[in-house]
Structures are given as structure tokens and as C-alpha cells.
């Protein structure tokens, strides 16, 4: 999926403006409307009784995940293949007496989740759950390689253990988020954003089912110093706003946790707060380089890959002393004399693009 068009409640209802992910609610009345609605799943749905269809579903699909909760008036059987080249994994949320999948009750603590396949389940009245799709290459790459083949070990006998409370705060997590993209739905117009949204369901999906932590052990001392050299160099010429851990490692040519040893080591602290600091410090050089009116503070963070705006405003007044909206209001003069012209050196460049010019 590239550049895409977002979709809003309703199959008729009109288009809104470019995005990069789509969002919308897909309420429908008929199996077979549903059935053709329902891609990438293909679906067959056979209504279990005559009370009239109904299914509601509230979704937000980027180019490697799909999340959406939806819920169903009526019983009724189904049997699907699943999407190519996802893994697919069912969080229940509220269950009939009668749904089912994989011949097992939904009501044991283990979540539904299959690699692509074919499966029957049936959703009783009244059912509700989430469902999350993740494109199996995104979880290759942002997961170290024990981690993503655990999962997919698990996820290959059609099962995922957790406890109850863990299930049911993974149910609350993928709400709330669910909530937050469709309250701030501008951020999907920002490819940053998008990136960052699927990084979080990933590592919110890892920590629920337990799989982060250290692996292997870390390089010796002066491998980990080359590393961190590249690394330091890749990330003067990369986009901050998409720039994650994987591919920082991948580009100093060390692993995750050599990578995490070496900035420790020269710099004090860890790779993602390093990275996560160079967007703070550069959201706020692009705050006081716009004028107030000239932009908002959403869509300048959302550029650079934030998307927890709330969380965003308490974590830069710590570190600023003053809201992201105090910087933007206040006058703000860059005409300091400069004792380096980058026209010196071509190859050299700032971590950050200069504000006066950024998004030109």
C-alpha cells in the first residue's frame, strides 16, 4: 500500500484528503456486503439464525498493520484464509456463549492467532473483539531474530499464552490507541508518523507477550566502538523521524544490544533516548523558527514521528521547561552571525535541517 486515499464511516461517504494510511467505520447489513468488505481476509459467512446482520468495525490499516475492533448483532459461521504474508492475532473483548475458533472456545486465556492460513470460526451475538494484522517482514525487522521466531513458533500452534489481566490490558492498550489515531487522524497525512504508529504496535505487541529482552552477548570493546562510529554517521544522513533501532544496528554492523552497550559507553545513555532527543531538540528548533499561525505543533510532530501528542507536551516541558505552544508563541530572532558556512565542506551536515528552511 502507498499513498492512499482515507476512508470515512459509511461505503458512500466522500473521500477526504490524501493519506498515508486509511481510518474510517465500516457498518454493514448483509453477509455478502460484509464478505466483500472484509480484504485482505477472504471470507465466506453463513448467518446462524434469522435475526438480521449486523457488523460493526472501526479500523485503521497502514501499509504493514491492520487493527480494528468490530462486533457482530447476530451469530454466525465463518471460514476465511488469512491474509497473505501477515500474521493475524484475535483479542477478545466481550464473547457469546457459542464463539469459537480453531474448534476452542474463546474463553480460555490463550488469544487466537494464525500465519497465513484457512480457518472457521463462529462469532455468537454480541461478540466483540480486536484483531490485529502485521505484515511478517515488519516484525522480522524490528524484533531481534529470537524474539520474531518465538512468535512465530507460537503463532504456528494457532495460540498465544498470556494470563487473563495481561489480555485484558492488551484489549485496553489496542483501544486506546485505536481511539487516539481516530481523534488525531491528520497524522496519518505524515509518513513519519505512519512509520512510528506501526514501530509502537509491534513493540506494544512484544512487551504484552513478553519477548523483548537481551540476547546473545554483547561485541568486544573495540568492535562495539566501530559500530558505534557507523552508527553516529548513519544517523547524520537519515530521516530522524523513521529512523528505528533495527536499522540503526543494522547499519553499524553490530546487534541490538552491542549497539545499546556502546552508547552507553560514549555517550551515557541508551540508542532510542538518543534518537528520541535529537526529535525533541529538533521539534523545538522547528517551533521557534515558525512564526505562530505559520504551523501547528501536531503537524510539526508528526513530521518528526511523534504520535502520543499528550505525552509529547509533558516529556518536552521536562525537558524545556515550557510547552511545545510556549516556544511557538515566542519571538524568536536567528540572525546570530554564524562562524561556519556548510558550503565549506558539501559532505558535512547539521542532525538537523535548518528551521528556516525545513519542509520547503
Given at each position: 500500500?502507498?499513498?492512499?486515499?482515507?476512508a470515512t464511516a459509511g461505503p458512500d461517504a466522500p473521500v477526504a484528503r490524501e493519506r498515508f494510511a486509511l481510518l474510517g467505520i465500516q457498518d454493514t447489513h448483509d453477509p455478502c456486503h460484509w464478505e466483500s468488505v472484509s480484504q485482505p481476509w477472504e471470507v465466506l459467512a453463513?448467518?446462524?439464525?434469522?435475526?438480521?446482520?449486523?457488523?460493526?468495525?472501526?479500523?485503521?490499516?497502514?501499509?504493514?498493520?491492520?487493527?480494528?475492533?468490530?462486533?457482530?448483532?447476530?451469530?454466525?459461521?465463518?471460514?476465511?484464509?488469512?491474509?497473505?504474508?501477515?500474521?493475524?492475532?484475535?483479542?477478545?473483548?466481550?464473547?457469546?456463549?457459542?464463539?469459537?475458533?480453531?474448534?476452542?472456545?474463546?474463553?480460555?486465556?490463550?488469544?487466537?492467532?494464525?500465519?497465513?492460513?484457512?480457518?472457521?470460526?463462529?462469532?455468537?451475538?454480541?461478540h466483540e473483539h480486536f484483531m490485529l494484522l502485521i505484515r511478517l517482514g515488519l516484525l522480522r525487522r524490528l524484533l531481534a531474530e529470537p524474539h520474531w521466531v518465538r512468535l512465530e513458533r507460537a503463532a504456528a500452534t494457532r495460540r498465544l499464552d498470556l494470563s487473563p489481566r495481561?489480555?485484558?490490558?492488551?484489549?485496553?492498550?489496542?483501544?486506546?490507541?485505536?481511539?487516539?489515531?481516530?481523534?488525531?487522524?491528520?497524522?496519518?497525512?505524515?509518513?513519519?508518523?505512519?512509520?512510528?504508529?506501526?514501530?509502537?504496535?509491534?513493540?506494544?505487541?512484544?512487551?504484552?507477550?513478553?519477548?523483548?529482552?537481551?540476547?546473545?552477548?554483547?561485541?568486544?570493546?573495540?568492535?562495539?566502538?566501530?559500530?558505534?562510529?557507523?552508527?553516529?554517521?548513519?544517523?547524520?544522513?537519515?530521516?530522524?523521524?523513521?529512523?528505528?533501532?533495527?536499522?540503526?544496528?543494522?547499519?553499524?554492523?553490530?546487534?541490538?544490544?552491542?549497539?545499546?552497550?556502546?552508547?552507553?559507553?560514549?555517550?551515557?545513555?541508551?540508542?532510542?533516548?538518543?534518537?528520541?532527543?535529537?526529535?525533541?531538540?529538533?521539534?523545538?528548533?522547528?517551533?521557534?523558527?515558525?512564526?505562530?499561525?505559520?504551523?501547528?505543533?501536531?503537524?510539526?510532530?508528526?513530521?518528526?514521528?511523534?504520535?502520543?501528542?499528550?505525552?509529547?507536551?509533558?516529556?518536552?516541558?521536562?525537558?524545556?521547561?515550557?510547552?511545545?505552544?510556549?516556544?511557538?508563541?515566542?519571538?524568536?530572532?536567528?540572525?546570530?552571525?554564524?562562524?561556519?558556512?556548510?558550503?565549506?565542506?558539501?559532505?558535512?551536515?547539521?542532525?538537523?535541517?535548518?528551521?528556516?528552511?525545513?519542509?520547503?
Amino acid at each position: 500500500m502507498s499513498r492512499s486515499q482515507v476512508a470515512t464511516a459509511g461505503p458512500d461517504a466522500p473521500v477526504a484528503r490524501e493519506r498515508f494510511a486509511l481510518l474510517g467505520i465500516q457498518d454493514t447489513h448483509d453477509p455478502c456486503h460484509w464478505e466483500s468488505v472484509s480484504q485482505p481476509w477472504e471470507v465466506l459467512a453463513t448467518p446462524l439464525d434469522g435475526r438480521p446482520f449486523r457488523n460493526h468495525k472501526v479500523f485503521v490499516a497502514t501499509p504493514n498493520c491492520i487493527l480494528y475492533r468490530e462486533s457482530f448483532a447476530s451469530p454466525v459461521r465463518v471460514q476465511v484464509l488469512s491474509p497473505e504474508g501477515m500474521l493475524a492475532i484475535l483479542v477478545p473483548v466481550q464473547l457469546g456463549s457459542r464463539s469459537g475458533c480453531f474448534n476452542r472456545s474463546l474463553e480460555t486465556c490463550a488469544l487466537p492467532a494464525m500465519l497465513p492460513g484457512a480457518a472457521e470460526a463462529v462469532l455468537d451475538a454480541g461478540h466483540e473483539h480486536f484483531m490485529l494484522l502485521i505484515r511478517l517482514g515488519l516484525l522480522r525487522r524490528l524484533l531481534a531474530e529470537p524474539h520474531w521466531v518465538r512468535l512465530e513458533r507460537a503463532a504456528a500452534t494457532r495460540r498465544l499464552d498470556l494470563s487473563p489481566r495481561t489480555r485484558q490490558r492488551l484489549a485496553g492498550w489496542l483501544g486506546a490507541l485505536l481511539d487516539r489515531v481516530h481523534g488525531a487522524a491528520a497524522m496519518l497525512e505524515h509518513p513519519a508518523a505512519v512509520d512510528a504508529l506501526e514501530r509502537e504496535l509491534v513493540q506494544g505487541l512484544s512487551e504484552a507477550l513478553e519477548l523483548t529482552g537481551d540476547s546473545g552477548r554483547p561485541a568486544p570493546s573495540a568492535v562495539r566502538r566501530r559500530g558505534f562510529d557507523r552508527a553516529i554517521e548513519h544517523i547524520r544522513h537519515a530521516d530522524l523521524g523513521v529512523l528505528d533501532l533495527p536499522t540503526l544496528a543494522l547499519a553499524a554492523g553490530i546487534s541490538r544490544r552491542s549497539l545499546e552497550y556502546a552508547f552507553q559507553e560514549h555517550l551515557g545513555l541508551s540508542p532510542s533516548r538518543f534518537l528520541r532527543l535529537l526529535r525533541l531538540h529538533g521539534l523545538r528548533r522547528e517551533l521557534l523558527a515558525r512564526q505562530l499561525g505559520e504551523a501547528t505543533i501536531g503537524d510539526l510532530a508528526h513530521h518528526l514521528g511523534f504520535t502520543q501528542l499528550g505525552r509529547l507536551a509533558g516529556e518536552y516541558h521536562m525537558l524545556f521547561g515550557e510547552p511545545p505552544s510556549a516556544t511557538l508563541a515566542r519571538p524568536f530572532s536567528n540572525e546570530a552571525p554564524r562562524f561556519w558556512d556548510p558550503g565549506f565542506d558539501s559532505t558535512s551536515r547539521s542532525f538537523f535541517t535548518d528551521g528556516r528552511t525545513a519542509g520547503s
